[in-house]
């Protein structure tokens, strides 16, 4: 089993930066992700790691003011978002997978096995 604890969602107007962190525990875990729900929308992906932190991927919406990064001494996942958009409200999620996961098998949800609760992210105009 792995568990997942999120933290660092908030309110910040749009051009604002935030920093969500992700802890996990328990099995060994070879990529993470961020993914992200909007009110009446499906979840998507964000952006994902893998723990050697040789490879990321991101979204196009949020590459160049989003950089996902991991630090494996303290089994915790990053996520710093720069130039918020009032488009990037949403609750965040983590998820791990037990695999690591290469090009396009990382966007897809369905390749996460655990996932956090979910932390809300308000961006306001």
């Known amino acids: 089993q792995v568990q997942l604890v999120e933290s660092g969602g908030g309110s910040v107007q749009a051009g604002g930066s935030l920093r969500l962190s992700c802890a996990t525990s328990?099995?060994?875990?070879?990529?993470m992700g961020w993914f992200r729900q909007a009110p009446g929308k499906e979840r998507e992906f964000v952006a994902a790691?893998?723990?050697?932190?040789?490879?990321?991927y991101y979204a196009e919406s949020v590459e160049v003011r989003f950089t996902i990064s991991r630090d494996n001494a303290k089994k915790t996942t990053y996520l710093q978002m720069n130039s918020l958009k009032p488009e990037d409200t949403a609750v965040y999620y983590c998820?791990?997978?037990?695999?690591?996961?290469?090009?396009?098998?990382?966007?897809?949800?369905?390749?996460?096995?655990?996932w956090g609760q979910g932390t809300q992210v308000t961006v306001s105009s």
């Open positions: 328990g099995r060994t875990i070879y990529t």
């Open positions: 998820a791990s997978s037990t695999s690591l996961l290469y090009g396009g098998n990382a966007y897809s949800r369905g390749n996460y096995e655990y």
């Open positions: 790691i893998r723990s050697s932190v040789d490879s990321t």
